[in-house]
C-alpha cells in the first residue's frame, strides 16, 4: 500500500472538507471537479508534471478502465464526473477525493483499497485472481456487499458472491441498466422482482434475464443469503 498516497487522499479531503467543500487548487492545475487544466501544466502521461503517487494512480485507473473496454464518457456517467476531469486523475494531474475514488473504485468494479494499492505480483490483464486477493464492494441499498471473483483481465463477463445481509435489499425501486445477468443461489433464500414479477429463490435455483427490464432483490429468509451473480455486457458492474 503505498501510505504517501492515503495520507495525501485523506489530507486533502480534510481541507476540502475545512475549504466549504472546495479543494485549495495547486500550481498550475484545478483541483475542482470538471474543471480545464492550464495549458502550462498539461502534459502526456508520465511527464513528470503529476506527483508521483498521482501518476501511479492514474495509471492504475486507466489499466483498470481499459482491461474491462469502459469509454470515459461511461465512467464519467457513472460517477457524475466530466471526462476531462476524469482524464486528469488518469494522466496523474489531479487528486481525487475520497468520496470521488469510492466512485471510480465502483464504477470499476474493484474495492476501494485496490485503487490505492500497488499490484502484489498481479497486472491489469493476469488471467487470474487468487482466493487471496479478496475485493468487497459495498452494493446499492443496504445490507448487500459484492465479492468479485472476475480477474482484472479484459473481458465484458463480470462474476461476483453477492452478499445479502438478513433484511438486506437493493432498494425500494426497481432499476435497469444495459447487459445481461444471471445467478444461482448458493444459500438463503432471496426473493427477486423482474418486471413487477416477483420469485421466491432458495439454494439450488438460478435465474437469467435481460438487465434492462426492471428488477430488484432482497433477502426473504432468516440468515444470510449467497447468490453467484453474472453480469455481461453493458460494461457496469451490478446485479
Given at each position: 500500500m503505498e501510505c504517501g498516497l492515503v495520507f495525501t487522499v485523506v489530507q486533502e479531503s480534510f481541507m476540502e472538507t475545512q475549504n466549504g467543500g472546495r479543494r485549495r487548487p495547486r500550481a498550475a492545475v484545478s483541483s475542482t471537479p470538471g474543471a480545464a487544466v492550464r495549458p502550462a501544466a498539461a502534459g502526456p502521461p508520465g511527464d513528470g508534471h503529476g506527483a508521483p503517487h498521482d501518476l501511479g494512480l492514474g495509471a492504475r485507473i486507466r489499466a483498470l478502465r481499459k482491461g474491462r473496454r469502459l469509454p470515459l464518457s461511461e465512467v464519467a456517467a457513472i460517477t457524475g464526473r466530466s471526462i476531462g476531469y476524469l482524464s486528469q486523475i488518469e494522466r496523474g494531474l489531479s487528486s481525487p477525493t475520497v468520496r470521488e475514488l469510492a466512485q471510480l473504485a465502483a464504477a470499476l468494479g474493484?474495492?476501494?483499497?485496490?485503487?490505492?494499492?500497488?499490484?502484489?505480483?498481479?497486472?491489469?490483464?493476469?488471467?487470474?485472481?487468487?482466493?487471496?486477493?479478496?475485493?468487497?464492494?459495498?452494493?446499492?441499498?443496504?445490507?448487500?456487499?459484492?465479492?468479485?471473483?472476475?480477474?482484472?483481465?479484459?473481458?465484458?463477463?463480470?462474476?461476483?458472491?453477492?452478499?445479502?445481509?438478513?433484511?438486506?435489499?437493493?432498494?425500494?425501486?426497481?432499476?435497469?441498466?444495459?447487459?445481461?445477468?444471471?445467478?444461482?443461489?448458493?444459500?438463503?433464500?432471496?426473493?427477486?422482482?423482474?418486471?413487477?414479477?416477483?420469485?421466491?429463490?432458495?439454494?439450488?435455483?438460478?435465474?437469467?434475464?435481460?438487465?434492462?427490464?426492471?428488477?430488484?432483490?432482497?433477502?426473504?429468509?432468516?440468515?444470510?443469503?449467497?447468490?453467484?451473480?453474472v453480469n455481461v455486457g453493458g460494461g457496469r458492474v451490478g446485479g
Open positions: 474493484v474495492g476501494f483499497l485496490e485503487l490505492l494499492a500497488e499490484p502484489s505480483g498481479g497486472r491489469p490483464d493476469a488471467p487470474v485472481r487468487r482466493r487471496t486477493d479478496e475485493t468487497l464492494i459495498p452494493f446499492r441499498g443496504q445490507g448487500v456487499i459484492k465479492r468479485v471473483l472476475a480477474p482484472p483481465n479484459e473481458g465484458s463477463i463480470a462474476f461476483y458472491v453477492m452478499h445479502i445481509a438478513v433484511g438486506g435489499t437493493s432498494g425500494d425501486e426497481p432499476y435497469t441498466h444495459d447487459g445481461e445477468e444471471a445467478g444461482y443461489v448458493l444459500r438463503g433464500e432471496v426473493s427477486l422482482a423482474i418486471d413487477g414479477r416477483t420469485f421466491l429463490l432458495r439454494p439450488g435455483d438460478s435465474f437469467r434475464f435481460m438487465s434492462h427490464r426492471p428488477h430488484q432483490f432482497s433477502n426473504a429468509g432468516r440468515r444470510e443469503a449467497e447468490v453467484l451473480w
